[in-house]
């Protein structure tokens, strides 16, 4: 009965579709107060499978067709999205041979466990926008970065989504807000209903007010960021890997403190250039961190980072990649303690090398860190990025990220089977229609190794008036 009624409930979300698309009005064409708006998608879509163990009986993954309303409004700085997914398959059942849909995204045990399914159907809310001294938003997180990077690091929240969708959020006060225009908070968590990762930035601009001197621009901040439940998506897949999950149960508080200051010297349109640094502390352990970044002719894009790491101590530890290896990185936070080998101190470096052109709607950029001299446990981690904004081609938009983990060489970087992860998306706009083609690759710790899951698809909305 329960089942019955959760698909009852969501059919109907669906079905009211004609109805509500007669009060829909387009938010980028209306500069009322208040405005609404409603979305219909429709797409193919594999979503892995919890319950797979290698050797097991059960499929890798399943492929569903999607389908999704998505109403949202605007009153005045406040707006709220909502995306009602179901995914169905008329292929499902125990004999493979009536409909079915995902019971993942609607059925639940307990006060918790509804929290944390129905309030990421919420897919955005905000208050504020740029150039607001108060600005709020909770969805998906995508590259956040605090300060100069050296903790947290193009951090996003989406690396088990569509299949575990969370409802993360960011806050950012400015000075302004008080008339005091000399100081700033960053605060952002990956998931509001449990805060397991969440961090803040608490930085000053002491010489804002002297308009002419050379070090005017000068910031500097103090950051603190945490991680109280490290092994929150290895406990929802029964693949993942029991020698990590041994752990869990009396996993401990990860936390990182950071001090950060950056200047900015030089900005001409033909050169560009800042430097900062950063004293970041993990546990009873220290490290440091310099470097130099800016722009040449416009176009290219650089940074350069020297890095003093002390043991077991991991640079943007909070990185683009964070949620698939949060247990391994556990160990290596918690090596002493476990008897787990961990990492030598050793000196370090990250160069950056990257094109910005079209006043920055094509993005490409190349990131390389790793030790400077052989050390034990260190190896050496890259990353590509290529983004193109819409406009700079008719109708099309992408974004992909390749992120490349423990290579022993450059001759690694290539090699797609082990310690990789790639997110693409591709767009094609066209008036109320939007076609996406969306790529996941991803590797997830298991007892025989890591795993390699895939997810492919397409994916189609339409704005209707």
């Not at 329960?2 to 980028?28: D, T, Y």
């Amino acid at each position: 009965m329960k089942k019955r009624r959760i698909f009852l409930i969501a059919a109907v979300l669906c079905a009211g579709f004609p109805v509500f698309s007669l009060f829909a009005q387009n938010e980028k064409e209306n500069d009322a107060f208040f405005s609404f708006d409603l979305h219909l998608g429709l797409g193919v879509l594999p979503f892995a499978n919890a319950e797979y163990i290698p050797g097991g009986s059960e499929p890798k993954s399943i492929l569903y067709q999607t389908a999704r309303l998505s109403p949202g409004f605007r009153l005045g700085k406040f707006g709220m999205d909502f995306d009602f997914d179901l995914n169905f398959r008329f292929d499902g059942g125990d004999n493979g041979e009536r409909p079915d849909y995902r019971k993942e995204d609607w059925e639940y045990d307990g006060a918790w466990e509804f929290f944390n399914l129905y309030v990421p159907k919420i897919r955005s809310v905000r208050y504020g926008g740029e150039g607001d001294p108060f600005i709020l938003r909770l969805g998906s997180i995508q590259g956040i970065t605090l300060g100069n990077g050296f903790i947290v690091s193009s951090y996003t929240n989406e690396m088990f989504a569509p299949e575990n969708r969370v409802l993360g959020g960011t806050v950012n006060i400015f000075g302004d807000l008080v008339d005091i225009p000399y100081f700033g908070i960053d605060i952002f968590t990956s998931n509001v209903t449990r805060f397991d990762v969440t961090g803040g930035r608490f930085y000053v601009q002491p010489l804002k007010a002297f308009s002419t001197s050379i070090i005017k621009d000068l910031e500097a901040g103090v950051s603190l960021v945490a991680d109280r439940d490290p092994f929150y998506f290895g406990k929802r897949y029964q693949m993942y890997d029991p020698a990590l999950l041994a752990f869990a149960d009396d996993a401990e508080l990860v936390s990182l403190f950071d001090l950060d200051f950056k200047l900015p010297l030089v900005h001409h349109p033909l050169f560009s250039l800042t430097v900062f640094g950063d004293r970041a502390s993990q546990k009873a352990k220290t490290s440091y961190m310099g470097g130099i970044s800016g722009r040449i002719g416009g176009v290219l894009l650089y940074e350069g980072q020297f890095r003093a790491l002390d043991k077991d101590f991991i640079p943007g530890y909070f990185g683009a990649s964070y949620d698939l290896y949060r247990g391994e990185q556990y160990q290596v936070f918690n090596a002493g303690k476990q008897g787990v080998p961990g990492l030598e101190e050793c000196k370090s470096y990250l160069a950056s090398l990257g094109l910005a052109l079209f006043d920055d709607a094509l993005i490409f950029k190349l990131v390389s860190e790793g030790p400077v001299n052989s050390a034990a446990g260190r190896l050496y981690n890259w990353q590509g990025v290529f983004t193109l904004q819409e406009g700079c081609i008719p109708y099309f938009s992408f974004d992909i990220l390749y992120d490349k983990r423990n290579m022993a060489d450059f001759g690694d970087f290539m090699d797609w089977k082990q310690d990789s992860m790639v997110k693409a998306r591709v767009n094609y706009h066209s008036g109320p229609a939007l076609l996406s083609l969306v790529y996941a690759l991803r590797h997830i710790p298991t007892a025989n190794g890591l795993d390699t899951q895939i997810v492919a698809g397409i994916e189609g909305r339409v704005q209707v008036y």
